[in-house]
């Protein structure tokens, strides 16, 4: 079975432009979230969806942040307009309750905004 | 708010040789999960073993275990037999209540492991 699917894998951008992350889930999951990971704060949880709705996105540092879930197979992340302190890894993990919330990673989005 | 600590921010340990990494939690749940997670170089997130608060039984994943102390709030992991490939920093995460607390995972800042041949 394919794992959790990011892309792009690295992304570079300048100070203001638009930037967007996609995610693919296991097939069957019915949880997905959005973590990012950096040295100053480490891995904190962004937001997360059940069944395509989100359920707790109180991580999402600003507006500038958005993420959507239109079905089940597929989510974004958007940050528009960027800034440099953007710059990060973005995970998407994804799980499903009867496998005992066990989160499964996908190998992350390393942005860099100039 | 639920929190994990993870004292040791780097270790190391010789090929073949054992290593603990400790991890403790501040709680006042009693029903949680918690994990532990390995981050290689390539920064894929694997899971390494998953503990139910619920079960006294230890978890272990052949040469991983885990030293689960419920009333301490630790979680410790044993790595037996280390290997080069063991090399990579590793994760402690709590989950909350699985009835009705939140979905998400609460990590600890990591500890980096380094393999001396």
Not at chain 1, 81 to 110: I, L, M, N
Request: aromatic content about 12%; overall charge neutral.
């Amino acid at each position: 079975d394919a794992g959790v699917i990011q892309s792009p894998r690295h992304e570079v951008t300048e100070m203001g432009q638009e930037v967007t992350l996609r995610c693919k889930p296991i097939s069957g999951h019915d949880y997905l979230f959005w973590y990012r990971q950096t040295m100053m704060r480490g891995l904190e949880l962004l937001i997360y969806f059940n069944n395509n709705v989100p359920i707790d996105d109180s991580g999402m540092p600003e507006d500038r942040f958005s993420a959507k879930m239109p079905n089940a197979s597929f989510s974004t992340l958007k940050i528009q307009p960027s800034e440099p302190r953007d710059s990060a890894v973005y995970f998407c993990a994804s799980s499903f309750r009867a496998g005992k919330y066990t989160q499964y990673f996908g190998p992350g989005t390393r942005l860099t905004v100039l | 708010a639920q929190t994990v600590t993870q004292s040791q921010p780097e270790m190391s340990v010789q090929e073949a040789e054992t290593v603990t990494l400790s991890c403790t939690y501040d709680t006042s749940e009693s029903d949680y999960y918690l994990f532990w997670y390995k981050q290689p170089p390539s920064r894929q997130m694997i899971l390494v073993i998953r503990q139910e608060a619920y079960k006294q039984q230890n978890a272990t994943e052949n040469r991983f275990s885990v030293n689960f102390q419920k009333a301490a709030k630790s979680f410790s992991l044993k790595i037996s037999d280390s290997q080069l490939g063991d090399a990579a920093m590793y994760f402690c995460a709590y989950r909350s209540d699985p009835q009705g607390g939140s979905e998400k995972l609460v990590f600890g800042k990591g500890t980096k492991l380094t393999v001396n041949p």
